[in-house]
């Protein structure tokens, strides 16, 4: 029987190991999901954020860079914070005249979504993305293992 994955046929040499952070509620996966996979401004906005660490997307510069209307732009950052992928802040930029600036972060446990349309070869900084995904997954598994019964130093026993 041929071992590839049942969906693509096979796997590639080269496999970056996504963790998957999900709503367990299936309305709202579908909705996510559907939400972010089934728009091309929000794929190009999330294409634009960087893959880990508290580093600012300001909605000006989204403005700039992407080929989309400054309404599309907005209504899809909207959404992407209202799926709880990405948190609106504001700021005062202080210069000749100060004003206030729209700026996102990316939610932590939203990093997998954003790793999914980055090359690995594309990324500077796998040391902090393998350091922060580590500490999301193993405080998230511990978490679901004491709903089970299971305790911490049982799950450490697995993974050493």
Known sequence: MDEGCLAFGGIDDEVFPYILFLPKDRGKLVSLLNGVFGSEAKIEILKKVPACGDIKIYQKNLIEELPYSNKTIIKNLKELCAFKILKENMEKQKGEKDVW???YLLDEKMTWLVLLFKEPNE???????IRQLTRLY???IVE????????????KKEII
Not at 123 to 129: A, H, P
């Open 123 to 129: 990324l500077n900084n796998m040391d902090s993305i």
């Open 101 to 103: 600036v729209k700026y």
């Open 138 to 140: 193993y405080s998230s």
């Open 144 to 155: 679901l293992g004491k709903r089970y019964g299971i305790s911490e130093d049982d799950i």
